[in-house]
């Protein structure tokens, strides 16, 4: 009677342990909804454009929160604007480079203030943010969305969760190095960036 | 010849400003595509996507109004036709 207990108390603390292990989160995204909107105010009207080339892995663990890491990747040629020739100048060497410099990351290191209320868990994000070849540390504002057992309503035929991910926050183009003191009165060097994901989990 | 340039140089500016208006007098710059936002249930996330669409702008207009310039201008440098008498 005694063992059995034993081994009762120790599957149930390996099954919690196991439950509270972080999950790692996909963001290459097969439906091709995540996204990056960027907004620059312009004199005639603002340059609105997005990227959909966004992957990256993210560990969270939704009862730890706080323990949240990960890296998110935005492909420059995946930036896109409805103008064609703004679009050109954007990847070409005088702007984004995207030659050069084809990615845009944040790694994100440490959460503070993080809030949980059901499913959702608000944090300030510190970690690294990389552009056009200049690595800047930033703390984002982060909303993450827990969303356990959904991904088979996304993805038919896969069992797992999904943990979506939405931000907003504003960069100064010119602390990377993008045309630094440059075309002020026609391009803005604020830029408004706002992340749209959602990555998946596998059960295994 | 003269007649011919100006004619064209209104009928440039006309087509211009009609596909601008008919298009939705777009007060930006030229778009040759427009985002649309399409709704994913499950996260709740906007998915944009980019689809074809000639949206003429300013610069659209500012091109055709440079044309139509170039067009009356030229027609200058031709002389009225003459006309001809016949006084008997």
Same mark, same amino acid.
């Given at each position: 009677?005694?063992? &059995?207990?034993?081994?009762?108390?120790?599957?149930?603390?390996? *099954?919690?342990?196991?439950?509270? *292990?972080?999950?790692?989160?996909?963001? &290459?995204?097969?439906?091709?909804?995540? =996204? *990056?909107?960027?907004?620059?105010?312009?004199?005639?009207?603002?340059? =609105?454009?997005? *990227?959909?080339?966004?992957?990256?892995?993210?560990?969270?663990?939704?009862?730890?929160?706080?323990?949240?890491?990960?890296?998110?990747?935005?492909? +420059?040629?995946?930036?896109? +604007?409805?103008?064609?020739?703004?679009?050109?100048?954007?990847?070409?060497?005088?702007?984004?480079?995207?030659?050069?410099?084809?990615?845009?990351?944040?790694?994100?290191?440490?959460?503070?203030?993080?809030?949980?209320?059901?499913?959702?868990?608000?944090?300030?994000?510190?970690?690294?943010? @990389?552009?056009?070849?200049?690595? &800047?540390?930033?703390?984002?504002?982060?909303?993450?969305?827990?969303?356990?057992?959904?991904?088979?309503?996304?993805?038919?035929?896969?069992?797992?969760?999904?943990?979506?991910?939405?931000? =907003?926050?504003?960069?100064?183009?010119?602390?990377?190095?993008?045309?630094?003191?440059?075309?002020?009165?026609?391009? @803005?060097?604020?830029?408004?960036?706002?992340?749209?994901?959602?990555?998946?989990?596998?059960?295994? | 010849?003269?007649?011919?340039?100006?004619?064209? !140089?209104?009928?440039?500016?006309?087509? !211009?400003?009609?596909?601008?208006?008919? $298009?939705? !007098?777009?007060?930006?710059?030229?778009? $040759?595509?427009?985002?649309?936002?399409?709704?994913?249930?499950?996260?709740?996330?906007?998915?944009?996507?980019?689809?074809?669409?000639?949206?003429?702008?300013?610069?659209?207009?500012?091109? !055709?109004?440079?044309?139509?310039?170039?067009?009356?201008?030229?027609?200058?440098?031709?002389?009225?036709?003459?006309? $001809? $008498?016949?006084?008997?």
């Amino acid at each position: 009677m005694k063992n &059995k207990l034993i081994i009762t108390i120790a599957l149930a603390t390996f *099954a919690s342990l196991a439950y509270a *292990a972080p999950q790692s989160f996909d963001f &290459k995204d097969p439906k091709g909804v995540n =996204n *990056a909107v960027f907004k620059l105010d312009a004199p005639l009207e603002s340059i =609105n454009g997005s *990227a959909s080339g966004i992957s990256g892995t993210v560990s969270f663990d939704p009862e730890n929160p706080a323990a949240t890491t990960g890296k998110i990747v935005v492909s +420059v040629e995946s930036l896109t +604007v409805p103008n064609p020739m703004q679009n050109g100048h954007m990847h070409s060497d005088k702007w984004l480079d995207a030659a050069k410099y084809p990615e845009i990351t944040f790694e994100a290191k440490s959460l503070a203030n993080v809030k949980t209320d059901g499913n959702v868990t608000t944090a300030d994000v510190s970690g690294t943010f @990389s552009l056009h070849g200049v690595a &800047k540390d930033l703390t984002v504002p982060v909303k993450f969305t827990y969303l356990k057992g959904k991904l088979g309503d996304r993805v038919p035929n896969l069992k797992g969760d999904l943990l979506v991910i939405r931000a =907003n926050f504003i960069i100064n183009r010119e602390d990377f190095n993008i045309n630094k003191g440059q075309y002020e009165d026609k391009v @803005s060097p604020t830029i408004d960036l706002s992340l749209a994901i959602a990555g998946a989990s596998i059960a295994q | 010849m003269k007649r011919t340039l100006q004619l064209l !140089a209104v009928l440039v500016v006309l087509v !211009a400003g009609t596909t601008w208006l008919a $298009t939705g !007098a777009n007060r930006g710059w030229t778009k $040759t595509s427009v985002a649309v936002k399409t709704l994913d249930p499950v996260t709740g996330i906007d998915g944009i996507t980019y689809q074809k669409k000639f949206q003429p702008g300013v610069d659209f207009l500012a091109a !055709a109004a440079l044309g139509t310039g170039l067009l009356a201008g030229v027609s200058l440098f031709f002389r009225n036709q003459k006309q $001809t $008498t016949n006084d008997k």
